[in-house]
């Protein structure tokens, strides 16, 4: 499968050459996300995911390439004009604020469109007086996901969602994530370390390496080729 932007296209990155300082780490990446669709990026440690996901938001200088939503450069934009183009981002540490509670969080992040985040979890109903720093990892992760559905976003950029939690919880993210992509047109595009995982819930996927991308296809295409990717590409 190529990655020809279509009229679904909400994400559309093109050649993306971006890095820390001088240093490019990202060497011309190409990622498509439609609506209603979660993609997965995929690839050993240092590929370029995390780095692939900073640059939508902002977040590390670009050298090249172009990031589009819905057809609009979001280059040249600072990071919160592009949060505020309804591009939410969870990064790997999640990043609450310990010190305020599960409803200070919401009643922060809501917009108008957003969901009711208790409605999707009611796990976290009992704990709305609670400080984010007191809550489980899957209550917090639950949190994160939340909150930034509450902002109604039009792209999620979703990092490493099942760092440290037990499987059930993941499931239960994920299983809520992919509802909410297919009901409202959500464009997730998420890095996950578990192949298995991130192949069973995205839709097409990215394999990155050396900052590169190095195959790309549908899920179930990908992992047909999982063993060929891996002896190819990730040196395994
Ligand atoms: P991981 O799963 O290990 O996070 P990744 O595919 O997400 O892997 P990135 O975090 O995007 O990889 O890192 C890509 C490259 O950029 C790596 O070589 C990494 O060392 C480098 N890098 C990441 N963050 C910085 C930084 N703040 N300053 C300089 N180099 C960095």
Known sequence: MTATATDTTVLDITGLRAGYG????????????????????LGPNGAGKTTTLLACSGLVSVSGGDIRLRGTSLLRLS??????????????DRSLFPSLTVDEHLRLSARPGGLNVLELFPELRK????????????????????????AHPEVLLVDEMSMGLAPVVVERLFDALREIAVSGGLAVLMVEQHIHLALKYARRGYVLSGGRVRAQGTAPDLLARWSDIESSYLGR
């Open 127 to 150: 704990r709305r007086n609670n400080r984010a720093g007191v809550l489980s990892g899957g209550e917090q992760q639950m949190l994160a996901l939340g909150r930034a559905l509450a």
């Open 79 to 92: 990071p919160h004009v592009i949060a505020r183009k309804r591009l939410a981002h969870i990064p790997e």
């Open 22 to 41: 001088n240093i490019e780490v990202l060497h011309g990446v190409s990622v498509r996300v439609g609506a209603g669709e979660i993609v997965s990026l």
